[in-house]
């Protein structure tokens, strides 16, 4: 190489014209020649100023530290976590030594044709000078030892590994970041890929319960100009063994211990095809009797996760393409380690989401409650699918004396944390409801527990009682946005029922109000992210909420009020689109009632004669309602039920019988332990009565009261 000196007063120097190449092989996106360039040959002499792939670098600027001698060879990639070249073996090409041989693998935008990247791809760009040489480019506008063309190609090389990574980053899923990876590198860096992934994928430190699986996972390539999806034409590229059936119809390997695929996985590093390994483990990976068509260019690269090796790239080239280079290995290497990680962190990230979403999922009813004389209907929407996990919940659960609990929180946060203290507030909602506190007392109880479970522990809950023998609902609240009651003829209002404060607050005294609840009447239960969001704020909601349920009961009459579950979806229809801020638990009921005259109650002194006077009583209103086919059953279920009552209690029996889809019984009393089942042995005189109250009845159960509790059992309707 011919040393041109530099003088730092004659401003830029002269360099010495390139050489022909003796050979035109280099990667797709080359950068022509200029003897290649589609504007024509460029006229001999001395090169235009401003062409940065021809003129040498100027000198430095004055004060600048300047170094001497020394070579370089620009790395494509980061030294960092990047495996080393391998040696191409069985017949493959190195890189030539010539100086003419300038081709540079630009990268092209997504979407963009390789024929896009001219010579005009490189102009304007200046190579920096290599570490530890002195100078830069100017002996000459070479470095010693430096091939032209050759930093600027391995600079296009590593802006390409940049725009695929960038790509590559950007699916939060595996099958996105697949697709990056296939989008990113065809047809820029290969004409096809052939993206395997093990089946199943595991997550974090399992481990494998059995041979290595993969499955065909997702497969480009390029087609070419005027060829459809489905057509298969006789040019190379179309050759390439990836059909329409593979693509809907994923294969399956089984990696063979010992095999030469397995070598190839274990060993990490990208392979050519030419690579004795990689000729044996290209027909194992691509299934019985398919392999790669001859002259097609390969890499075989593993893909290697965090702790395991979770799949393998194919990327082909196709005959009328250059081979693939030492550096390419390199590119795919880069290419291999994004796309594995990426999916190992997916796979654990998508495990997460599931557990938090079945955490959330278990923690509210399956199912609503069948109580007698309400009809109820539930929705939950989570925030978004980046924060599934919230702290809204909603409950209804039945009480004594065919009422029923309607409960409806809101945990401050979305986190695991939030969804975990739900649950644990739900349970103690849902225990303390058992003992028939009045709805005051929940709340303090709750509020109590809010604070043992720690001192930053807030929530917002509602908690009404509805009776539908006396068609009266009771309601207490803490810091929770008001129900609104859609009366029968259209007219909504927002109860007013006192705010009090949030759970957790502590020392804090809660009020409840007793409000008439008609029949046909429905309330509606709801959290705060329903009406509240950055673009209204809470009492606009509440309104705006208050005038969409009376327009829905305008349209269906008013005498017939709307279908609780199409009631529920146009309410949640009011949402706009920024306006899911927070995640939402909605809960409505339908008050039916009992009509007095379904119902019959008495009074029995605890006495011998108490049970012959119950029978007698249950008679009679049997007669009154035509049930004369079950006089028989409920005489003998009700002398059983009150002789027991009669035995232990102090204070008048309660007889209580409802009639609504089925005939239900209720008899209480003062005493506070509960009757339990239990097989009478054949020298007991008594133990029998609940045996035969659970043959007959269609259910039954016994309820622990404030003062006592209440035996009940239920009855089909003839």
């Known amino acids: 190489m011919t040393e041109h000196p530099t003088s730092h007063e004659g401003g830029q120097p002269r360099a010495a014209g390139p050489t022909a190449p003796a050979d035109r092989r280099g990667a797709r996106l080359r950068t022509p020649d200029p003897a290649e360039a589609p504007d024509g040959p460029e006229p001999a002499g001395p090169p235009e100023r401003g062409r940065a792939e021809d003129a040498p670098v100027p000198p430095p600027a004055k004060g600048r530290r300047r170094r001497k001698g020394g070579s370089r060879r620009a790395a494509a990639l980061p030294a960092q976590d990047s495996p080393a070249p391998a040696e191409r073996s069985g017949g493959g090409r190195r890189r ?27 102009r304007g ?52 970041i697949v697709m990056g990876l296939c989008r990113a590198t065809v047809p820029t860096f290969s004409d096809a890929i052939l993206v395997y992934l093990s089946d199943p994928l595991l997550v974090g430190d399992e481990r494998p319960t059995g041979p290595l699986v993969l499955r065909l996972r997702r497969t480009d390539r390029l087609r070419q100009l005027g060829e459809s999806e489905d057509d298969g034409n006789g040019s190379p590229a179309a050759q390439i063994p990836l059909s329409p059936e593979a693509l809907l119809s994923p294969e399956l390997c089984e990696v063979r211990p010992g095999g030469a695929l397995a070598e190839v996985l274990r060993g990490v590093r990208p392979v050519f095809s030419e690579a004795p390994t990689a000729r044996a483990a290209l027909p194992e990976l691509l299934g019985e009797g398919r392999t790669v068509p001859g002259g097609m260019h390969t890499i075989l690269a593993p893909l290697r996760g965090r702790r395991r090796v979770i799949g393998a790239a194919v990327f082909l080239r196709s005959p009328d393409r250059p081979a693939f280079e030492q550096d390419d290995l390199l590119v795919a290497a880069q290419l291999a380690t994004h796309s594995a990680l990426g999916i190992d962190k997916a796979v654990l990230y998508g495990r997460e989401a599931y557990i938090a979403d079945e955490l959330q999922r278990t923690m509210l009813p399956e199912t609503l409650p069948k109580a007698t004389g309400v009809r109820l209907a539930s929705r939950y929407l989570p925030a978004a699918e980046t924060a599934r996990v919230g702290g809204d919940w909603y409950d209804a659960i039945p009480l004594p004396g065919s009422r029923v609990a309607l409960v409806v929180g809101d945990v401050m946060g979305h986190s695991m944390t939030s969804a975990a203290i739900m649950g644990q507030l739900r349970t103690t909602a849902q225990t303390l409801a058992g003992l028939d506190l009045p709805p005051q007392e929940v709340l303090h109880h709750l509020d109590e527990q809010a604070q043992r479970l720690g001192s930053d ?25 008001p129900p609104v009651l859609l009366h029968l003829g259209g007219r909504a209002e927002v109860l007013r029922v006192p705010p009090g404060a949030p759970i957790g607050v502590g020392g804090v005294d809660f009020e409840a109000v007793e409000l008439d609840a008609p029949a046909g009447a429905t309330l509606l239960l709801y959290t705060d992210g329903l009406v509240e969001s950055r673009l209204r704020d809470v009492w606009t909601g509440i309104e705006q909420l208050r005038e969409r349920m009376a327009a829905t009961a305008r349209l269906t009459g008013s005498d017939h009020p709307p279908p609780l579950e199409a009631l529920c979806d146009d309410v949640l229809d009011m949402l706009g689109p920024g306006d899911r801020d927070d995640d939402i638990a909605l809960l409505a009921a339908r008050f039916d009632g009992i009509a007095p005259s379904d119902v019959a109650y008495w009074f029995l002194d605890p006495d011998p004669a108490a049970p012959g006077r119950a029978r007698r009583l249950a008679r009679a209103a049997l007669a009154r309602w035509g049930l004369q086919e079950l006089t028989d059953s409920v005489e003998l279920l009700v002398s059983e039920v009150v002789t027991n009552a009669v035995r232990y209690a102090s204070r008048p029996v309660t007889l209580r019988l409802l009639r609504t889809d089925v005939l239900r019984v209720e008899v209480g009393d003062d005493v506070p332990q509960l009757p339990r089942l239990r097989q009478a042995r054949a020298t007991d005189e008594g133990g029998r009565g609940l045996y035969l109250v659970n043959k007959v009845a269609r259910r039954w159960d016994a309820t622990r009261l404030s003062n006592g509790k209440v035996v009940w059992l239920e009855l089909s309707m003839p």
């Open 96 to 122: 030539s030594g010539r100086s003419g041989q300038g081709a540079s693998d630009a990268p092209v935008e997504h979407g963009a044709t390789p024929a896009q990247a001219g010579p005009g791809a490189a």
């Open 125 to 176: 760009s200046r190579e920096e000078p290599p570490p530890g040489s002195r100078g830069g480019l100017g002996d000459g506008g070479q470095v010693p030892g430096q091939l032209p063309g050759t930093a600027r190609r391995d600079g296009d090389r590593l802006r390409f590994v940049g725009a695929a990574t960038r790509r590559i980053a950007r699916g939060i899923d595996p099958d996105e």
């Open 457 to 481: 522990r807030m929530a917002t809950c509602v908690y009404a009682v509805y009776d539908p023998v006396s068609h009266r609902i009771t309601v207490a609240n803490a810091g929770h946005p």
